[in-house]
Every structure is written in C-alpha cells, then in structure tokens.
C-alpha cells in the first residue's frame, strides 16, 4: 500500500481559481514534508517544505500548505492560479520510522485554462 | 543543470540486453538516488548511495544494479531481468543521505524504452 497518498490525479482549472491538493501519509512519529513540481519539459523542484514550527508553510509562486498532524494530512493551496501553474505536483513524506527515505505519492497533474 | 547531468535522454534497450544509464554531479554531494517515475505511480526509489563505495536496495531494486566508485558519479545499469524497464528514470542528490530536511536535487531524467 502506498504510504504517501495523492487524493486527485488529474485536476482541471480556469485561471483564477483557487486550487487545493490533498496529501495524506500513514507514518507515525516525525516526519518531514515537501512539496515538489515538474512543469513540462523541467526538472522537478521544490516548491515548499515543513519540518518544524508553524504548521502553514509558504512556497514559491504563491503556493502554501498546511501540515494538520491529526489528519496525516499536507494539502497544497494556491488562492488564484494561473496558466503557469501547469504541472504536475508531487507529495513527498520523509520519516524516522521509514528511516528517512523519501517516498513520493503518485503525482497529480494540473491543467489550467486561459 | 542544477549541476547533475544524466545521460542519455533517451534510451532504447532490446530484449535480453543490459543498459546503463549514466549520472554525474559536481555539487560535491554524497548522497545520491535512483528514482523510477512511472505514470500515475510517482517516484519509486531504485537504489541509494551514502558514500564512495557503498549503496543500499531501494524500494525497487530487483533487475537493476549500481556502482558508486567515484562520488561524482552513480550509473544504473538496467539488467535483463528487470521485465517491466519502460519509465522514466531520475537521478537525484543532497548534501548527506537522507537528510532530514534538507530537498532533493534532480537530474533531468533519462526516458528508457523497449524496443
């Protein structure tokens, strides 16, 4: 079973829109969270991370998650999206139980239209 | 870019053939990482390597196989055995393995295909 969970995997938006991915995990104990994106034809990269401290966490390009440790949860948020923001957006969870590997959920891909 | 470089871009293997794909780094990392990416699966680590000269089984490493003897460069060589090999293959690095909060930094992938 996957231990890092992406809920939608294909996601369509208009310019404007607001935009809400959701991350769940099943580790206990410590854990480290990143949000990484590939947008066509790029490298993946780190859109934002949380390890400590406040539990919403800001990014680049606007993006923002939040780390709700009663849910196992680290949903991705961006209050208006633009034509740019196509990609494809990954989860990624590090853990002392899983002795800090960093594992990936299966990626949601994120179509906005002009 | 980024200071990895991953080659090829694109690789076709044939039946029975073993193929290596190749990663290099300049960021002076010691830890470096194999990643397969498969459509609607995310990223599954292959192998990992901590330092010169030693790498541990991800969670995919049946049919595949790594070297680590110099610390800029960790090629992944695809064997015969490995029967599904069609994906989409990253390398990554970081400063120390696992480190704990600390991102990835990625290559730009080689794409592996059967012919």
């Known amino acids: 079973a996957q231990s890092v969970s992406q809920h939608n995997h294909h996601v369509i938006l208009s310019e404007a829109a607001s935009l809400e991915l959701g991350c769940n995990y099943s580790y206990g104990g410590t854990v480290n969270l990143f949000w990484y994106v590939q947008y066509p034809g790029q490298h993946l990269q780190l859109l934002l991370k949380y390890f400590s401290g406040d539990p919403l966490v800001k990014g680049i390009k606007g993006f923002e998650a939040e780390f709700i440790k009663s849910k196992f949860s680290f949903n991705l948020r961006k209050p208006s999206v633009q034509w740019s923001d196509t990609a494809e957006y990954f989860c990624?969870?590090?853990?002392?139980?899983?002795?800090?590997?960093?594992?990936f959920g299966a990626g949601t891909t994120v179509t906005v239209r002009a | 870019d980024g200071g990895i470089t991953q080659s090829p871009k694109y690789l076709f293997r044939k039946e029975g053939q073993n193929v290596t794909l190749s990663c290099e780094q300049n960021?002076?990392?010691?830890?470096m990482y194999w990643y397969r990416q498969d459509p609607g699966q995310g990223l599954r680590l292959i192998y990992y390597s901590q330092i010169v000269n030693d790498f541990q089984k991800g969670d995919i490493a049946e049919g595949y196989s790594v070297s680590r003897e110099k610390k800029e460069s960790f090629p992944l060589t695809v064997t015969s055995a490995q029967k599904n090999p069609t994906a989409f293959y990253l390398c990554a690095t970081a400063p120390d393995i696992f480190a704990t909060n600390e991102k990835l930094f990625f290559g730009s992938g080689t794409q592996l295909s059967v012919l």
């Open positions: 960021l002076n990392h010691d830890a």
């Open positions: 990624a969870v590090n853990a002392r139980s899983n002795d800090y590997k960093l594992s």
